[in-house]
């Protein structure tokens, strides 16, 4: 199953100072449960030219003093049941190599899909359900709850049904 297509729309300043569309389309930079929208390389942030910015991020953590927008999603763990649990543990680490981030894979005791980033991020689900795990304790979310994950060691579980759509802004952070 491929990721769901994701309609964006990105302004721009024309030559003049007004405004006007610069992309509408479905967002093409897609890799792993990961749909890049926008990623920022320095705060603050430049609004100019016409690159598109969501084509440079290829990875999950951003860039060094910038910020990554995305979409993500989470299938139901049911997906991976019949799957001993090295296998998931290997599963978990392919996922994390794919995205270039095994080496946020930190702590994963509590779950294969333990990291944790110098980020803090935005966090929205907007459909499904999820788990967020810690390392301590874990919530469920239902749609349109938010966290802000801020640097912790976690992973996302989805014991629902149907896979989960999240919506996400990570922003650079010195590490907790």
Known sequence: MGLRPIRR??????????????KDGYATNTFSVLTEL????????SNEGDLDNAELS?????????????????EPESKTAHLSKQERY???AAWFAEMKGS???????????MHKTPT????ILLSGEITLVLDEGEVDLKPF??????????AWV??????????AVLVSASPS
């Open 9 to 22: 729309i990105v302004t721009t300043n024309d030559k003049t100072g007004r405004s006007r569309i610069l």
């Open 38 to 45: 926008w990623t920022t390389d320095r705060s603050p942030a």
């Open 58 to 74: 290829a990875c999950l953590e951003p860039p060094a003093g910038g910020t990554l927008f995305r979409y993500f999603e989470i």
């Open 90 to 92: 290997e599963a978990a």
């Open 103 to 113: 080496h946020l894979m930190v702590d994963t005791s509590r779950d294969p899909g």
């Open 120 to 123: 803090t991020d935005y966090i």
């Open 145 to 154: 709850d938010a966290v802000v994950q801020r640097g912790t060691n976690h």
């Open 158 to 167: 989805n014991r629902g049904q149907e896979t989960a759509l999240l919506m």
